[in-house]
């Protein structure tokens, strides 16, 4: 491959990054919920070391795009919000993934 053309693949592969899941806290947030089965909210902003709206912010994007549930309950009368990666999300990660093993063993 000429390096044109490798210079043209890598930069397609970069153009073509999942940008919801490479932004930092969202690919930590990911990360962590699929190394669990779920996580409840307290938990998760302890791993993550973001703020609570900041936390808020981000899995609420994540949920838009389907990548997060968001489950809320009651356990004892205190509010406990229950969070899950989807296999959308689970898939979307994988992509992302391997798509930037990609672009790094080319560089």
């Not at 307290?42 to 899995?59: A, E, M, P, V």
């Not at 009651?74 to 969070?83: A, E, G, H, Q, Y």
């Not at 990666?85 to 790094?104: C, H, Q, V």
């Amino acid at each position: 491959m000429s390096l044109d053309n490798k210079k043209d693949k890598g930069i397609q592969s970069v153009i073509q990054i999942d940008r919801l899941v490479h932004e930092p806290a969202r690919m930590l947030i990911m990360a962590i919920l699929l190394s669990v089965e779920n996580a409840d909210f307290l938990f998760l902003l302890k791993q993550t070391g973001l703020t609570r709206g900041n936390l808020s912010s981000h899995l609420s994007k994540l949920e838009t795009a389907g990548y997060v549930s968001i489950t809320k309950e009651f356990v004892d009368k205190i509010p406990r919000t229950l969070l899950t990666a989807t296999d959308g999300g689970s898939d979307a990660f994988e992509n992302y993934r391997r798509r930037m093993i990609g672009i790094l063993e080319n560089c």
